[in-house]
């Protein structure tokens, strides 16, 4: 994703076009593995 001229990482979970997107935002060095499936999980259901 590219967001005025700046790229970010991310992870598209569940079926496109379906449902309001979803911003989560952590600290410098982390990775996107940093998020607990099981939050993950329950912020896309059916994704997993």
Not at 8 to 22: I, M
Not at 32 to 38: A, V
């Amino acid at each position: 994703m590219s967001v005025r001229g700046v790229d970010f990482a991310h992870r598209q979970l569940g079926p496109e076009g379906d449902g309001v997107p979803l911003i989560l935002l952590h600290h410098l060095t982390a990775v996107l593995d940093n998020w607990d499936p099981r939050v993950i999980d329950g912020l896309a259901p059916g994704a997993g």
